[in-house]
């Protein structure tokens, strides 16, 4: 059973932001509510400047008064929950705004991994039928499912995941030459048994490559850097964001990508 997180979005900000007041343009000042943003951003491993932590900010709120949240199974919705979601969602979407998300209207969370049933059907008429288990799943016409994970990093992980595929369908896929070198570049490396700096489950098709390379952006982004600087100034591109800017030298020893 999906419970609606029925608390309208001026409800939850009365209980986040409770001292907040519109200005007279209708406008909400943001800087009262700044130290809620601030402990989310600070749980991923890299700085943003004031300016954009301000549109990011901003992004995050935008995105908590336009789209709904439901929990499966009972599972009850915090500030801390919604507002971790709307942070990645911001993410994402710091250069091209909300837009990119005008296609679904919210997002499931799950308090566990999750099963989903499966059909395949063959133009020979075979078809076959499984049950598999799941972090998260994005449909392009229905809302993102994500699960809750108890450690941050994992958090992070499938809820970048998903929004990234949400971005990919937006935008008609992200896939282009530099996408394409990367991909062979990373099929190589694991044929000769070498080690990459992001999940290989990225290898499953270009989409999930595009998704997993998205967590490792902006959760390992030295080591996607060092790996394939072409492929993580893609991800700078996308997203207008730097989040190697401040980092150190890899901390996962990787080889690093001939297309560099």
């Given amino acids: ?71 499966a199974h009972g599972f009850a919705i915090t500030a801390e929950i919604a507002g971790t979601v709307a942070w990645g969602a911001a993410l994402l979407a710091y250069r091209h705004g909300l837009a990119l998300y005008r296609d679904f209207v919210g997002v499931i969370l799950y308090p566990a991994p999750f099963r989903v049933r499966r059909q395949l059907h063959t133009e020979a008429g075979i078809e076959s039928e499984w049950d598999d288990t799941l972090d998260g799943e994005t449909w392009e016409q229905g809302p993102v499912l994500v699960t809750w994970q108890p450690d941050p990093t994992e958090r992070w992980a499938v809820i970048l995941h998903e929004l990234a595929h949400r971005v990919d369908f937006a935008c008609d896929g992200l896939w282009n030459r530099h996408w394409e070198a990367a991909w062979d570049t990373a099929h190589r490396a694991v044929r000769q048994g070498g080690t990459l700096p ?63």
């Fill in 198 to 260: 992001f999940d290989d489950y990225a290898l499953t098709d270009p989409a999930e490559f595009v998704a997993v390379t998205a967590e490792a952006f902006f959760l390992t982004p030295t080591n996607l850097k060092y790996w394939d600087e072409r492929l993580y100034l893609e991800w700078s591109r996308v997203t207008g964001l730097d989040p190697a800017r401040n980092g150190s030298e890899p901390v996962v020893p990787t080889e690093r990508s001939e297309a560099s």
């Fill in 1 to 71: 059973m999906i419970r609606f997180w029925r608390a309208t979005f001026g409800a939850v900000r009365r209980a986040l932001f409770p001292s907040r007041q519109q200005t007279d343009d209708g406008r909400l000042p943001y800087a009262e509510n700044a130290t809620f943003w601030r402990t989310i951003a600070a749980s991923l491993p890299f700085a943003v400047t004031t300016s954009e932590f301000d549109r990011l900010q901003r992004l995050a709120e935008a995105f908590l008064h336009e789209k709904r949240f439901w929990g």
